[in-house]
C-alpha cells in the first residue's frame, strides 16, 4: 500500500504549505478542505498538492471538512494573487475561503402584507406605503420601506396601526434564477450596437476584456445587462463587481425590472448562514448572477462566464490593507484563467485602461450619447476671484441665483463639498492652539451634529470642548473651512423655506438611513441635497437640474500622480448628475483656477484632450502604466525603529538598471494609529520584472524585530 503526502495551505500570513501524512482510507485530493494540526491546535487548510510518499515523519491529517473544495482555476487564482501582490500565499486564502458551520439556527424571518383597516392619520409617506402594499406580495419591512421610499419607521407605524399585518416567512431559496427574457432590453439602436459586441465576444474561443465607455447617463447598465443575460442563456454564471453595493437599490430594482428577481448580493453586511448558503450557491452553481463588492471576487464560482466591472476607474476597487489589490487588475486576472470575458465600465475610464485599448490588449466599445435624446449638463465655471462672497459663506452670487432659479421651477438642486463634517481645522482664537489627533498627523474634524472632533484616519472622536484645552478660554474655538455641515447651514439659512439634506458617509443612522434618504431624494421629497463623494456615484436623480461644486480644487493639490485624473472624474460624474430626467442639466462649478487643465476640460467637454494631455504626462515621466511602481510602507510604534529599518532595507537595494528606489522618506502621513511610518518608493520600467526584484530584495532586507512592519504595495493608488 502506497502512502501520501498532502501540502497544506493554511489562510494565515504563511507563504508556504505544510506536509502532513494522508492517514490510511482517507482519499484526498487537490483543493479538499480539510482540517490539520499546527502547533497545539486544530485548524482549517485547503491541499494544495498531494504526492505518494512515506508520511512517517509528518503529523497527519485529522479530516475533511464539508466545504466545497477550491477548484484547480480559482487555486491558480490565488497564487497568482500573492505572486503579484507579494502577499504572503495563505493570507491569499484566507480571502477565498469562506467555512461553513451548519448549525447556527436559522431566523425566522416576518414579513409584512396590507390588511383591510386603513389607519385613522393618512400621511403623503403612509400612502406611498400602502400603494407600494397593493400587490398583496409579502415582503420584508425594509423591502417596502424601500420601495415606497420611506423610513422603516413608517412602516413600523403602519403595523402598529393595523393597516399591515406581519406573516412568518418561509426560508428563502439562497437566489432565484435571473429570467433572461423577463422583459425585452428595448434598447437604442447605439445600445444595441454596443450590446451586440458584448454578447459576440462571450462566443469567442479567447475571452476577451471590453472597455464599455459611456457617457454618464448612456444606459451602461442597460447594456452590459445584455452580456449578463447572454451568461445566463449559456448557463453560466456572471459577477457585477461595484464600488459601492450597500447602496445601491436603485441598481438591484433595475436588474429585477430586467430580469424579474434580484441579483445575489455579496459585501462585508451579508453575514452568518446567508452568507454561507450563497458560498455554497456560487461553489455548486446555483447561484447565477451575483453583484457584489471587490471581495466577491475570491467566491468559488464554479462556472464564471462574465465579469463586469462597474466604474472601473475608481478607486474603492483597491484594497489597501492585508492583501494589497486592486479588484479591477484582478478580475481581468481571474477572466483570463476562467476564461471569461471582462467587461470594465466607465464613463471616465482610468489611464490604465485607456493605454490597454491603445496598446490592443483591450478592446473598445461606446456610447456617445446620453440615452432618450437627453443632453449632457452644460457646465460652467465659476471664477471664485472674481465672485464677492461674505466671510463665513461659501455659495457665490452666481450660484445663489442658478439655485434660486432652479427651485422656482420645481427642480432639485445638488451641492457638492467632498469634504465630511462641519469644518475641517479647528483652532482657539485665543492661543491658536489647532486641535490635532493624538494618535495621527492629522487634523481633528468637527462634526456639529455628534459634537465632537473626529479623526478620520484612525476613527479617534472626542466632544468639543467648552474651555479651549490649550489656554482653557471659554467659547474660544473657531472653524476653518467648511464640511458638508457647515454648507448645510448656510443652505438653510438662505433658503428657509426649501427641504435640504446631507448625504454623507458617516450620518448617524447608517446604510440603511442612507438608502430611503437617497430614495426620497429621487422621489423629489428633497429640494436641496448636500452631499460627498457618497452622491457622485451611480445615482439617478430625475429631478436634479442644478449641480454646484463649492471647491473644484480639493484634491488637484495632493502630491498624488493621479490627482488631476482622480479630480476630473470625480467631477465629470458629479455633475452628470444633472439633467438625467426629462428636463435639461447644468452645473456650476466653483474654482480659484479657471484655467487648470481639469477644470478647462470639463467646462468645454473635451475629455479627450485632457485625458491624452494626462497620458502624455506620465508616458514622460515613466509614471503607470508606462513604469512600474511598487512602496513599501515601513511602520512602528517608535519613529526610530521605524527610520531605522527604512534605512536598512534602503541599504541594500542593489537596484539594477531600469530600477529606482526612493526614499526612505517620512510618509506624508507621518503618524497613523499611533504608528510611524517611512517610505520607499520603486519606480522601474515597464519591462522589468517588478515581483522578481522586490523578493530578491526583501530576501536581502534584515528580519523585521519588535513591533515593526512593512507592507508592500503593488501598484499603489496612495501615496499617503
Ligand atoms: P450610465 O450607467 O451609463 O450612467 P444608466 O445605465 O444608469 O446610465 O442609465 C441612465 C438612465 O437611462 C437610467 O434611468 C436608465 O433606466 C435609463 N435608460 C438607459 N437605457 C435605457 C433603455 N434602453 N430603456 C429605458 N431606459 C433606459
Ligand atoms: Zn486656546
Ligand atoms: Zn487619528
Redesign the pocket.
Known sequence: MTSHVADVLIPLALDTAYSYAVPDGLALKEGDVVQVPLATREVVGVVWGVREGPGGNFKKVTGVIDSPSLSPRMRKFLDWIAWYTLAPKGSALAMGLKLVDGDRPEVVRVGVKLAPQLPKRMTPARQRVIEAAQDGVVRLKSELAHLAGVSNGVVDGLIDEGTLETVALLQEPVSEIPNPDFRA????DD?QAAAAALVASMHEEHAPVTLLE??????????YFEAVAEAVRQGRQALILMPEIALTAQFLD?FAARFGVKPACWHSGVTGRKRERLYAGIASGEVKVTAGARSALFLPYADLGLIVVDEEHETAYKQDDGVHYHARDMAVVRGRIENAPVVL?S?TPSIETRVNVQRGRYRHVQ?PE???GRQMPQIRAVDLRRETIPKGRWLSPTLNLAIEDTLGRGEQVLLFLNRRGYAPLTLCRACAHRYECPNCSAWLVEHRFRRSLVCHHCGHVERTPQACISCGSIDSLVPCGPGVERIAEEVAETYPDKRSIVLSSDMPGGTERLRSELAAVAAGEIDIVIGTQLVAK?H?F?LMTLVGVLDADIGLTSGDPRAAERTFQLLQQVT?RAG?GEKPGRALVQTWQPDHPVIAALVSGDAERFYDEETRVREMAGLPPFGRLASLIVSAAEREAAEAHARAMALVAHPPPGVTVLGPAEAPLALIRGRYRYRLLVKTEREVDLQAYLRDWLARCPKVRGNTRVAIDVDPQSFL
Open positions: 432590453a428595448g434598447l437604442s445600445q459611456g457617457v454618464t447617463g448612456s444606459g451602461k447598465t442597460e447594456v433595475r465600465a464613463a456610447l446620453r440615452f432618450g451611480g439617478n430625475p452628470g438625467r
